[in-house]
């Protein structure tokens, strides 16, 4: 929780620097391409988040793999990561960065979860109709999840609406063998 709100905090900076000078999707975009990269080999992972190397030498490296291939908005942020010793903090500070990105577009993400693959027009009738029960623009992101057996499960933040048949089979059982108390 602690690393979240510290994330937000840098995401919250990141992105008011975006604002103004109007490359919002832009840094974004590029904070979630050098977070890709590094994630994306665990010798390089291991170095950039590694509390025994030097500081300089992971702001070189890193400015030697992204200058002129990011801008400066997105560089700068992760070398002050480094600067800082918050390189754990990169992948977080991605998240609430697209969470506000989301909200300066005046829309909230939306997880839909199925068991078999939706429809172009079932996908859009469903948001349509989430977007008019609760008066918001959501941005879905679609998983498959064969386990949820058939229907589907909904995630708008912290509310979850469960219409999987696992998720009723579940709760039948929690309210057969007292778990539902």
């Known amino acids: 929780m602690a690393n979240e709100t510290l994330a937000r905090r840098y995401a919250s900076a990141v992105y008011s620097l975006a604002t103004e000078s109007n490359t919002v999707e832009r840094v974004g975009n590029e904070l979630s391409a ?4 590094i994630g994306s080999d665990a010798t390089l992972a291991g170095f950039f988040v590694s509390p025994v190397i030097e500081r300089s ?3 070189n490296a890193l400015a030697r793999a992204f200058t002129g291939k990011v801008g400066d908005i997105a560089l ?5 990561l480094v600067r800082k010793r918050r390189e754990s903090l990169l992948d977080q500070l991605v998240v609430e960065y697209r969470k506000l990105e989301l909200a300066g577009r005046g829309a909230e993400p939306l997880l839909v979860t ?3 693959a939706l ?8 948001i349509e109709r989430l977007e008019r029960v609760y008066g918001k623009t959501f941005e879905a992101s679609i998983k498959h999840d ?3 057996i058939g229907g589907l499960r909904i995630a708008m933040g912290d509310r979850v609406i469960d219409g999987s048949i696992s998720g009723r089979l579940e709760e039948l059982t929690r309210a057969l063998f007292g778990g539902g108390n």
Do not use: M
């Open 34 to 37: 050098i977070a890709r990269a």
């Open 57 to 59: 030498e992971k702001q």
């Open 76 to 80: 700068h942020t992760v070398l002050l």
């Open 114 to 116: 199925t068991a078999h």
């Open 119 to 126: 429809s172009d027009a079932e996908l859009r009738s469903l």
């Open 146 to 148: 064969p386990s949820l």
